[in-house]
């Protein structure tokens, strides 16, 4: 018993060069869009990763704060003054600003981010804070971001190798006594950690009790959102109080909303969308065109309208799924340059996978519905 090969197949490699043009098309608005997707993605997963990792319920900042690279201070006492609420545990001050870090090898000055909090609590849930956070007591120490930038020097390294590893902060002398891992992001190419106390060495005009970010931890059982919504009433107006999950909205709201990099990857996408409808149009409609006196035969001798487009359909999905497939080898090759020469979280997820999938279907069937209007033209009496 023969298998009857699908009418939609034959017609599309009937042209093998004119296929082969088609899925390169395809694939190339697929990378288009997981690539401006997937950094997209990193610029909001990146920026957060501090937000994540602190261990806390509740999250205090100044009302004129904007983002982490904009942050302003407020005075700790409206922090303490949380403590008068029953189910508040502890309240735990951090400092964050950025300064210029020396390369103890070359010399040149690069912005840093700096966080700092009193070391007998621990206020990060990041690898490498825990084990070293006793070394942050002693006077002029930091400790330095391994998956920081290769600009600030090979701090990580020479400190895996055992050497001694000192640099510039602010004109000022400090060692690096650990090593943790936070990442870079598109505020900050590197992260310092230290104590409060070499915080306000460093920054010698920060003002003590000034700090950027107050962090609430809860008794076991309380309702978050209730306890913050209480605060918002009992602190005064000039803070701002997020639970910790508003906190991360808030930083990535600003990232989307706020600044041009956001909107310039959402347009990056829907670019690569309309380049790919427009690439398979022009192909689908160059083989309604050429097979125009065949589709019309088939009308004369009584396949309905509804089958052919049917046929346009199934041609449709099948270059969408052929032309996706070397489009998502593509991305993952290209996320691993961008992940090494950035040092950004630019991996591939399976909801992108999937969203960039059902993009490509819909951009193909939306150039099979237009293409189709041409089969109209297909009428036995003017043809023949």
């Not at 994540?52 to 700790?76: E, H, T, W």
């Not at 107050?214 to 918002?232: F, T």
């Not at 270059?319 to 080898?329: E, H, S």
Request: aromatic share 12%; proline share 4%; hydrophobic share 45%.
């Amino acid at each position: 018993m023969t298998q009857k090969i699908p009418l939609s197949w034959l017609q599309l490699t009937r042209e093998k060069t004119r296929l082969a043009v088609a899925l390169s098309g395809i694939a190339f608005a697929d990378i288009l869009m997981f690539m401006q997707l997937g950094f997209r993605d990193a610029l909001y997963y990146s920026n957060v990763r501090m937000h994540s990792s602190l261990k806390g319920d509740i999250v205090v900042i100044n009302n004129q704060s904007n983002a982490v690279l904009a942050m302003k201070p407020f005075s700790q006492r409206r922090l303490y003054k949380a403590l008068d609420v029953p189910a508040v545990e502890s309240v735990h001050p951090i400092y964050l600003d950025y300064t210029t870090w020396k390369n103890p090898i070359t010399g040149r000055p690069r912005s840093i981010l700096t966080f700092a909090f009193n070391p007998e609590f621990n206020v990060f849930d990041l690898p490498g804070v825990e084990e070293n956070i006793n070394k942050l007591k002693m006077p002029d120490v930091v400790l330095f971001d391994r998956s920081s930038r290769v600009e600030y020097g090979p701090i990580a390294s020479d400190f895996e190798q055992g050497k001694n590893v000192t640099a510039e902060v602010r004109r000022r002398r400090i060692k690096v006594a650990g090593l943790f891992t936070l990442g870079a992001s598109f505020g900050a190419d590197g992260n310092l950690i230290t104590s409060d106390v070499n915080f306000l060495r460093i920054f010698n005009n920060r003002q003590r009790g000034l700090i950027d970010i107050g962090l609430i931890r809860l008794k076991p059982g309380s309702d978050v959102n209730q306890v913050a919504a209480y605060l918002r009433t009992y602190l005064p107006t000039d803070v701002n109080v997020f639970t910790k999950q508003e906190f991360i909205d808030f930083e990535r709201n600003y990232w989307a909303t706020s600044t041009a990099i956001g909107f310039i990857f959402t347009l990056g996408t829907i670019m690569g969308f309309i380049v790919g409808t427009v690439i398979v149009y022009q192909i689908l409609y160059t083989e309604v065109t050429d097979h125009l006196s065949e589709y019309a035969t088939l009308k004369a001798i009584g396949y309905t309208q509804n089958y052919l487009l049917t046929v346009i359909l199934q041609e449709a999905f099948m270059l969408a799924v052929l032309g996706y497939i070397p489009g998502f080898a593509c991305a993952l090759f290209l996320y691993q340059v961008a992940r090494d020469a950035t040092l950004l979280p630019v991996f591939m997820s399976s909801y992108r996978a999937i969203m960039v999938l059902i993009l490509t279907i819909l951009m193909c069937f939306i150039s099979g519905v237009i293409a189709m209007r041409k089969l109209r033209s297909a009428d036995p009496a003017d043809i023949f």
